[in-house]
């Protein structure tokens, strides 16, 4: 059986256009069928089922919406993904992020945890790296999570920054006190940080 792909996985964005995209025309197919079915039953389109119709398309347009912005989106090359995951071990990782806030939207194409450290790769950062990195740190720090966070743009260095992270993980989470979520009580506090980015990204 395929594993289902979640926000985070490697394939999030392909994955996630085709399910917006199926959701979309359904809930633009239910208002149709309602309008038209409310014609040929009444004989006219002065009938509730046309308004109820109308009301219907609401939420269909904001599918849309959603639809457009994901459909703008590329997903991370696949030698890129390849390169990181073998650098990143077993690390905690998000791939495919594009992460929303009020002044801007900027995709990162992976983020990896270790202790208080979060390192970010962006292929096509459309900004500046710092406002990205205010951003998730101001996050991460309003859920509880006093964190260093780093975006790089240049893969190379990003995969050195990988396995220096890889090769210091016990002195990097070393004096970090932890009391798990009662809300996920299954997750570690770096998935928990992971989880926090999740939240922010589309």
Known sequence: ?????????????????????????????????????GIIVTDTKKNIITVIAMVGFL??????????????????????YRKVKQHAGNLVTAYELYLTSYEKSEFVDCFVVCGNKVVGYSSRLKGSPQFV??????????????????????LN????????????????RRDIVFEPDERYPDLSREELIKHVILAIAL
Do not use: W
């Open 59 to 80: 939420p269909a347009c904001k599918s849309m919406v959603g639809l457009i912005m994901m459909m703008m989106q590329k997903s991370m090359k696949e030698e890129d």
């Open 157 to 172: 260095h990003y995969l050195e920054r990988l396995d220096y992270l890889n090769g210091h993980q016990q002195e990097l």
């Open 133 to 154: 990195e205010q951003h998730v740190r101001k996050i991460l720090k309003q859920n509880g999570y006093k964190t260093e966070v780093k975006v790089m743009t240049d």
């Open 1 to 37: 059986m395929k594993k289902k792909i979640k926000k985070g996985d490697y394939g999030y964005i392909h994955s996630e256009k085709i399910r917006r995209l199926l959701i979309t025309a359904g809930l633009f197919l239910l208002p149709i069928c309602a309008y038209i079915g």
